[in-house]
């Protein structure tokens, strides 16, 4: 700007500031003679005309001036409020805006005045009792309503701000409003609510983080994990916080609960990664692991969980049972004798310790072991038919084999007790009577493996030999 342009400007400038303050202290000296005439309604209007220019304290000196005149007034009272408000004098304002509430109870606009002051200074309790007078006035109000659900919603009390947003979002929406009242349910345990509510913040804004990571919390509490899982999908990893584990570990039992196995597993390794340390989980992880034939990890977290508690039974019991299934029968029988060492009272440690020694042709341990596991189930057979079966027809067998006759049959006659129709067991009872020359028994039992057995199979062709030695059937016809 060239030098004579700059000087007509100030000049310029100065004549209009210099022409402003004239105008105001001409107003000012109106304002006071329109005191003096006791004429206070026009002093009240030319401060008000000084507070919408932003001159507030030259509105508070008119409006002080007319107050001395023991002047009681709503109007008064609120404009000087204002003048303190705006100076941020605070205690001064509120002082006044009580003065005004005092002479109309129902003036809503001098009550948001004073809330929104409360509000402004973190004076939360303050601010939103007085919203809550607002609402009592008028309970459809939406910006009390929407002020008091985010004064609750700031100050964490979510179930109270959960109510409030449900309220306001009933005749209003404002931006950001359903991720609040999303949260806020969410942190309330209303996990319907939250998961509608942020369903619909999604739609103004599909990436927005927190919308995200409440879909995926509030979807995984109502038993939609595939869904829940999806969202946590768009979560990285490294953002998750120690605060995340509670849901997370939730929703993994949960899973596991409704044998949904693998999905158990992707929210456990999620909690891992969060802190790899968190020891709660080790046992759950083993367990699914072992239930997916992933031995390996199962042992190995098997190993971690005792690592913490190392005389816990099943623990140790499990691990003895994944090695079972990696055929690894050392590892088993060692780990087995742990369990039982620890509690003897557990049929399924003594019957696969029975297996792990059969496994190794240990066999006289392995009848060792059955005796044992039959005492134990003592009173309780029906609840392990199975496991008597396989325990009596070994003991059976294995005396079989040894030539003690003798001691066989009552094993294989207890075998098929449980299950009359099993044909080896019943051919070697046959067998058992023929050699102990008890020719009655012998029979029944032979032809009762004529009634089990293929007519081609080798047990059939045993059976029949031997009841046409005994002189009971004639020759067979050659096969054709």
Request: net charge positive; with cysteine; proline share 2%.
């Amino acid at each position: 700007m060239k030098a004579p342009m700059k000087k007509i400007f100030i000049t310029v400038l100065l004549f209009f500031f210099f022409f402003g303050q004239m105008l105001a202290q001409d107003k000012v000296k109106a304002a006071e003679t329109a005191i003096k005439k006791k004429d206070y309604a026009t002093a009240m209007q030319i401060a008000k005309e000084f507070l919408d220019i932003d001159s507030a304290l030259t509105a508070l000196r008119i409006l002080i001036n007319v107050e001395s005149n023991n002047i009681v007034s709503k109007e008064l009272f609120e404009m000087i409020g204002d003048s303190y408000s705006k100076q941020k004098v605070v205690e001064n304002a509120l002082l006044y805006y009580d003065k005004a509430e005092a002479l109309d109870s129902l003036d809503k606009n001098i009550k948001f005045k004073t809330a929104e002051l409360l509000y402004k200074e973190k004076r939360y309790t303050d601010a939103v009792n007085k919203y809550l007078i607002i609402l009592s006035i008028d309970s459809t109000n939406t910006k009390a309503l929407y002020n008091t659900a985010n004064i609750f919603y700031l100050a964490k009390m979510y179930p109270d701000a959960a109510l409030f947003f449900d309220k306001y979002l009933i005749y209003e929406q404002l931006n950001g409003s359903y991720l609040k009242a999303a949260k806020s349910n969410l942190e309330s345990k209303n996990y319907q609510k939250a998961y509608d509510y942020a369903n619909l913040a999604s739609e103004k804004d599909k990436s927005e983080k927190e919308v995200v990571k409440i879909m995926a919390v509030a979807a995984a509490w109502l038993g939609k994990y595939d869904e829940s899982l999806s969202y946590y999908a768009k979560i990285e990893d490294s953002t998750l916080s120690k605060n995340d584990i509670r849901d997370l570990v939730n929703a993994g039992r949960n899973c596991k609960a409704t044998k949904k196995d693998s999905l158990a597993l992707i929210y456990f390794g999620k909690v891992l990664i969060i802190d790899s340390t968190y020891k709660d989980v080790y046992w759950d992880i083993a367990i699914l692991n072992y239930t997916l034939a992933n031995y390996d990890t199962a042992i190995q977290f098997f190993d971690k969980f005792l690592a913490e508690k190392p005389n816990f039974e099943p623990a140790i019991r499990f691990k003895a049972f994944a090695y079972l299934q990696k055929k690894d029968y050392n590892k088993t029988r060692e780990f087995l004798l742990e369990a039982i060492a620890l509690n003897d009272t557990l049929v399924d440690s003594y019957f696969w310790l029975a297996q792990s020694y059969k496994a190794v042709d240990s066999l006289g341990r392995s009848a060792e072991v059955m005796e044992k596991m039959i005492t134990i189930i003592e009173g309780k057979e029906n609840l392990y038919r199975d496991k008597l079966l396989d325990a009596y027809g070994f003991l059976g067998q294995t005396a079989y084999e040894k030539k003690n006759y003798g001691k066989a049959i009552p094993y294989f006659i207890k075998a098929l007790s449980y299950k009359s129709d099993n044909l080896p067991f019943t051919l070697m009872l046959a067998n058992c009577y023929s050699i102990l020359k008890d020719t009655e028994n012998a029979k029944k039992y032979y032809y009762k493996v004529l009634s089990l057995a293929s007519d081609r199979s080798q047990e059939y062709e045993n059976a029949y030999k031997s009841l046409r030695a005994m002189g009971e059937l004639p020759a067979k016809p050659p096969r054709k």
